[in-house]
């Protein structure tokens, strides 16, 4: 595939991945554990590109880390040491001509080490690093920041147009739960051999020197590297922050950052810019891990890879119908970077253009997963079809997930309070929005949630990786008069927001898809309306600040607008209009004026995280069915009030107090007809 502006371009990749580090043991004994998922990250980024991509000249080094072996099982040529990592960025730079395209992604650990320059850096100085398989050895270099950047600028410099993911972080620590995290909790005073293979010492500094001159801060959010045109990166995490990996799917793990930018680039194509990209990655992973945001640097609004091509879609066909068994197979599987729970949309029988969306049959999900083919579960028929209406043959395109109805719940076995746990667990009975499941906290099945008791004898409700999820309020004690029950009640309230926060319509085929523009701004000094910072970063306000939310339309079509606030006490309401269920704006134009809200905090907070999330619709709906009051106050239903609408059934499916289904899925309602985005601001007690 060659970009439709230069068709002669062409495109290369390297894909580095480390499991397994060798013997490296560091000055203060710490040494980097070995990981799980990041090999597997590289095969199915190679895998997605080969589909995609099948000319893409590919540099691929890895280090797996294989059971019971003391070494990869790569020869030492493939390995990704400092030596070897040098030189494939050397040979990938010279092979590549101007207009190219060069896509870099990097999965292992990331590091912090006493710096090589202290005329940049100062005495005390530290360089962001990729830490390379050998580290451990007596010749174990790091690939520092510096150096990275000087072989970027090289790159831009010729002419070539970069992307570059790194989904690794600066610091690591110590989680409880599914997640390992990629980085190690210490600045690394080992001495290493100082002599760069990239570059001289007055190269790499006059470099830095060159493009982080008139900036107030050597690197941006990411913490990696200095702003630079020509290159877009991805990084998995702002430099405070850690990069888990996780068994999304399952009991194989991948990077967070990968595995949702992969499954984004099936659901969204290649059309769209990393901003757009960006937003979803920031949705999918910031929800799941409130500490890992990732971050977006350099050139936010240029399409996907520079190609300007149509986006690509994964069809596939219907290989053999199972009517009995309520299942189909299709021709799709592992090589093709799908994993189970994907789920299809199933056409009419002679159907091609899949942007007719009135000609979908069913939605199915897949449940045996296999290397070229697999079995999928006929999860839902649409409009007035029956299942009869599935054809061997027909086409079936790749959709999003769908929104969890369920939450699984780990109770962690060290609890001393377990026993009353247990005891309110019947609370749940008949509710269907969380589900207890066994296992301590190295079980393979993944949960959204985990239970345990501090030091203090306080429950805590723990993310995926085992961080304490913040503003609980009030404190919850062992012992206390029904502290365990309403411990069960917060799991529910945290699984509908989530549910809410998950609504989103991916649909590749929506001809409503990024046609909202939606800014977060905030006054200048004429009063005239600018962004907050650079494209991926999440704006920090006090308490009592104004801030303005741009919203434009750039449909050909009339839309329908609402605005809703989910707020730091787990309340979900609307901002925007006020006594009405929406504003309507006309094609090309834009909310005038502003909207304008005030930052603030409820009692007892310090710190929270506002999501404003606003819906578009062509017809007059209703989002009362989504509205949740804070955490610990009784929610009031709709009344009276009867769905109008296909979307408002979506809704009131989500905000069901007994949901029939474990999931629901946006793919089933006219996808033509909604759409949303959605801004994030932090707020801080002033």
């Not at 799980?36 to 199915?44: A, K, M, P, Q, T």
């Not at 134009?589 to 710190?607: A, C, H, Q, V």
Request: glycine residues 8%; negative net charge; proline residues 6%.
């Amino acid at each position: 595939m060659t970009d439709q502006t230069n068709p002669t371009a062409k495109f290369h990749a390297l894909l580095i991945g480390i499991d397994r580090y060798l013997p490296n043991r560091l000055s203060d004994g710490s040494s980097y554990p070995n990981l799980g998922g990041c090999v597997r990250d590289i095969n199915h980024v190679e895998t997605y590109l080969l589909n995609t991509r099948p000319e893409t000249q590919i540099f691929k080094l890895t280090a797996s880390n294989v059971d019971g072996s003391m070494t990869p099982k790569e020869p030492p040529e493939q390995l990704p040491t400092y030596k070897n990592i040098v030189k494939k960025f050397e040979e990938l730079t010279r092979v590549a001509h101007s207009g190219d395209f060069v896509y870099i992604h990097y999965s292992g650990h990331g590091g912090r080490t006493k710096t090589n320059y202290s005329k940049l850096k100062g005495d005390d100085g530290v360089d962001e690093t990729l830490v390379p398989t050998d580290i451990g050895k007596p010749e174990g270099q790091y690939l520092r920041d510096i150096e990275l950047a000087f072989i970027l600028k090289k790159m831009v410099d010729k002419g070539l147009v970069v992307t570059i993911v790194l989904d690794s972080c600066h610091s690591g620590g110590a989680v409880r739960g599914d997640a390992n995290i990629r980085g190690l909790n210490v600045v690394d005073e080992t001495p290493r051999p100082t002599e760069s293979l990239v570059a001289t010492p007055e190269e790499l500094v006059a470099t830095w020197e060159t493009l982080t001159r008139g900036t107030r801060n050597v690197t941006d959010a990411s913490g990696w590297l200095p702003e630079q045109k020509g290159y877009t990166l991805l990084a998995a995490c702002r430099d405070n922050e850690l990069a888990r990996e996780f068994p999304f799917d399952g009991k194989e793990k991948n990077g967070a950052l990968t595995y949702w930018f992969l499954d984004s680039l099936k659901k969204l194509g290649t059309g769209v810019t990393y901003k757009v990209l960006h937003n979803r990655l920031l949705a999918n992973i910031h929800s799941q891990f409130e500490e890992q945001m990732p971050m977006l640097q350099g050139e936010s609004d240029r399409l996907i890879f520079g190609s300007n091509s149509v986006a690509y879609q994964l069809t596939v066909p219907v290989m053999q119908v199972a009517l009995a068994q309520k299942q189909v197979r299709l021709q799709v599987g592992e090589a093709n970077g799908v994993l189970k729970g994907a789920e299809f949309a199933i056409y009419s029988l002679g159907i091609a253009d899949i942007k007719q969306t009135d000609k979908r049959v069913a939605l199915v999900q897949i449940t045996e997963l296999g290397a070229v083919d697999s079995w999928a579960e006929i999860k839902q028929v649409l409009g007035d079809n029956t299942i009869e209406n599935i054809k061997l043959g027909a086409t079936a395109l790749l959709l999003h997930p769908s929104v969890k109805l369920v939450r699984k719940v780990r109770l962690l076995p060290s609890l001393s309070a377990l026993p009353e746990l247990e005891t309110a667990k019947p609370t749940v009975e008949g509710n269907a929005w969380i589900e207890f499941v066994s296992g301590d906290e190295k079980s393979d099945e993944a949960v959204a949630y985990q239970v345990s008791v501090n030091s203090k004898g306080e429950y805590e409700i723990l993310d995926p990786s085992g961080i304490p999820i913040a503003n609980l309020q009030p404190v919850l004690k062992v012992g206390e008069p029904n502290a365990a029950a309403n411990v069960v009640s917060r799991l529910v309230h945290l699984s509908k927001y989530q549910a809410v926060l998950q609504l989103d319509n991916d649909d590749p085929t929506s001809a409503l898809a990024g046609k909202i523009k939606v800014e977060l701004c905030k006054a200048g000094k004429n009063r005239e309306l600018k962004p907050f910072d650079e494209p991926g970063n999440v704006p920090t306000l006090n308490t009592d600040e104004f801030a303005y939310l741009s919203i434009r339309n750039e449909s050909s079509q009339t839309l329908n607008i609402t605005v809703l606030a989910l707020q730091p006490d787990w309340s979900i309401g609307k901002l925007h209009p006020s006594g009405a269920d929406f504003v309507i704006l006309e094609a090309g134009r834009e909310i005038k004026p502003p909207i304008r809200f005030r930052t603030s905090l409820p009692e007892g907070y310090t710190e929270g995280a506002d999501i404003l999330k606003v819906f578009a619709t062509l017809s007059g709906t209703s989002f009362d069915w989504l509205k949740l009051p804070a955490l610990g106050e009784h929610r009031k239903g709709v009344e009276g009030r009867r769905p109008s609408n296909p979307l408002e059934d979506l809704m009131a499916a989500i905000g069901n107090e007994n949901p029939a289904n474990k999931n629901v899925s946006p793919a089933a309602y006219p996808s033509d007809e909604w759409t949303t985005e959605q801004v994030k601001l932090i707020v801080k007690r002033s």
